[in-house]
């Protein structure tokens, strides 16, 4: 089997299982409806405002819904010793890495989907910049938190503390993305800035680290 | 080596003595900042000593990935500790120059808010090491660190541009580059450096001794079981 | 002017509160040490 049709089985396996018991899916949902709903309680802008900080906010709960899904990334497979198998198996880890990845990407895109329109209630948020930039600073943000989050999700699973460990590895370096994913929404709805030079940082911290977590996956996958 | 020792030390200790020396009576009083500015005789030369021992964690880590070579992670962890010892005193003497110079203490400023990730980087390193077990614990650490090495271009660069659309007071830059300042500053870095070689050195015997230690302690409990 | 020397002073009682974990590291590797000598003469 290629690289590509195993990812594509893994991540059909993953998503269909997801579906079957949408036990993970409720629980994140339910989580980013209240984090959209305490951080309206905690600020309350003027509209000018708002667009100012609506990056800020709307980031830091798409990044705390994030890490609660990718908490559960190896749950299952840790639960049924799927990982002692790949690792005796000649399946290409790539593929287990990427079919996760994706998995996530498509969980956490879910629900930002499902907070966005409430953000813009709570916030009477309204783009004065390029609208048709917000879905592409969306999708590679989404995919810098979740390409390194599944990869120190790997790394937190063979430590005491796991959930502690996820966001205490993430943080840090996931810093310039954030950054990027903050200052460009906030760019988009006020108007005021390019994001161009965001969305550039982006794109390059995507390449960056997907190479890496590609290379060094197989590594953490057999480590011991 | 370990002969030498107590030489280099004493040497060493000297070196910083004159070093403070230059740094607190020959240096010139500057004209705007007063002599407060003599706070970058040691914040400077810290920096600089953080930055090499973080590259040597660098190089160690991925000489760890490609060879297993357990030596490489002892250099590894040392080098992270002594680096991230230079990076603390990095960050406590950026805002107490920032403070009188500038009356804030911190300024989202380009090479203070670096050196500030890298701390968090280097400390959540620490951590991993410290909450994963046993034999895998050398790669995951070491993985983590190639990741944060790749991660600092960008943290330079984002927080570079976010400084030119939101412009604040730099700490660190300014002031008269008087020839005599950049001799000082290269004493205090050697001194710097020769000492930041003896602690990482003492570091790294450490950790051989302690995993001498585990190692021997493993063969008696399998010896009584 | 105190934040010089207050920069100054802090710079060592880092470097010296390292050299203290690593000493008090030490000592308690050098006692593991001990015990286990005992143990095996003993």
């Known amino acids: 089997m290629t690289i590509a049709s195993l990812t594509r089985a893994t991540l059909i396996k993953d998503l269909r299982l997801e579906w079957r018991s949408k036990d993970a899916l409720n629980s994140m949902l339910f989580f980013a409806l209240l984090v959209v709903v305490i951080f309206s309680f905690s600020f309350d802008p003027t509209a000018e405002e708002s667009r100012q900080i609506a990056g800020g906010l709307i980031w830091v709960a798409f990044l705390f819904a994030a890490v609660v899904a990718l908490n559960q990334t190896w749950a299952r497979e840790l639960r049924n010793q799927v990982l002692d198998a790949y690792r005796v198996s000649p399946a290409p880890a790539n593929a287990l890495f990427l079919a996760k990845a994706f998995g996530n990407f498509i969980f956490v895109t879910v629900l930002e989907a499902l907070m966005t329109p409430l953000f813009i209630v709570f916030y009477n948020l309204r783009a004065l910049g390029p609208v048709y930039q917000l879905p592409i600073v969306a999708v590679l943000g989404t995919w810098a938190l979740v390409v390194n989050g599944t990869f120190f999700a790997a790394l937190s699973i063979r430590t005491r503390s796991r959930e502690t460990m996820l966001p205490l590895l993430l943080f840090p370096i996931a810093i310039p993305a954030l950054l990027a994913m903050v200052e460009a929404t906030g760019a988009i709805l006020t108007g005021e800035l390019s994001a161009k030079f965001w969305i550039v940082l982006l794109a390059a911290y995507n390449v960056v680290f997907t190479i890496a977590s590609l290379i060094l996956f197989e590594s953490v996958l057999h480590a011991e | ?225 | 002017m105190t934040y010089l020397y207050a920069a100054y002073a802090a710079t060592w009682i880092i470097h010296i509160a390292y050299l203290a974990t690593l000493l008090s590291r030490y000592t308690r590797l050098r006692n593991e040490i001990r015990e286990l000598k005992t143990v095996r003469e003993g």
């Open chain 2, 1 to 225: 080596m370990k002969r030498a020792f107590p030489i280099l030390a004493v040497l060493t200790a000297a070196l910083l003595s004159f070093a403070l020396y230059e740094a607190l009576v020959v240096a010139p009083t500057d004209q705007l900042q007063g002599d407060v500015y003599r706070i970058i005789y040691y914040h400077v030369p810290s920096a600089w000593t953080m930055f090499i021992f973080f590259l040597v964690n660098f190089v160690a880590s991925v000489v760890y990935l490609i060879r297993r070579n357990l030596k490489a992670d002892a250099v590894a962890v040392a080098a992270a500790e002594v680096g991230i010892v230079f990076c603390t005193v990095v960050l406590v003497t950026g805002p107490l120059w920032a403070r009188p110079v500038w009356g804030i203490w911190w300024t989202w400023d380009v090479r203070l808010t670096s050196t500030l990730v890298l701390w968090l980087i280097y400390v959540s390193y620490l951590i991993l090491r410290r909450f994963s077990s046993g034999g895998q614990m050398p790669v995951l650490a070491a993985a983590l660190a190639v990741f944060g090495a790749l991660d600092m271009p960008l943290v330079y660069f984002s927080i570079w541009f976010f400084r030119t659309q939101h412009p604040q007071p730099v700490v660190g830059g300014g002031g008269s580059t008087d020839p005599r300042m950049l001799h000082i500053w290269l004493i205090n870095w050697a001194a710097f450096l020769c000492f930041g070689l003896l602690v990482f050195w003492s570091r790294y015997r450490l950790e051989v001794l302690r995993r001498e230690v585990e190692e021997i302690q493993a063969m008696e409990s399998l010896r009584e079981a």
